[in-house]
Nanobody, 120 residues
């Protein structure tokens, strides 16, 4: 089984920045898509940004370029740089990947989530 561990969340003031990290571990052969989702209280879980194994990216358009996703394939790690944070960005942020691992083949995996709170 593949494990995803997020880090970098916390409390920041509006206009501030945070950088989230998510490291995948296990007997991993390959990882396809890696992505970040978020879920605010009373809301559904929505995709924020995704990056393919070739580096192609896809973003939620409403973010207006404030967020940047990247990955380091050698470290099996995906990052989310969040700038100009707004109170409405407050949510639990979840890491996702589709990975091929020993004994499991290709499967979807989710991290435990990391809380991001933006104060006004």
């Amino acid at each position: 089984q593949v494990q995803l561990v997020e880090s970098g969340g916390g409390l920041v003031q509006a206009g501030g920045s945070l950088r989230l990290s998510c490291a995948a571990s296990g007997s991993i052969f390959s990882i396809n898509t890696m992505a970040w989702y978020r879920q605010a209280p009373g809301k559904r879980r929505d995709m924020v940004a995704a990056v393919s194994n070739s580096g192609s990216t896809n973003y939620e358009d409403s973010l207006k370029g404030r967020f940047t996703i990247s990955r380091d394939n050698a470290k099996n790690t995906v990052y989310l740089q969040m700038n100009s944070l707004k109170p409405e960005d407050t949510a639990v942020y979840y890491c996702y990947c589709n990975a091929n691992s020993r004994g499991n083949g290709w499967k979807d995996y989710w991290g435990q989530g990391t809380q991001v709170t933006v104060s006004s």
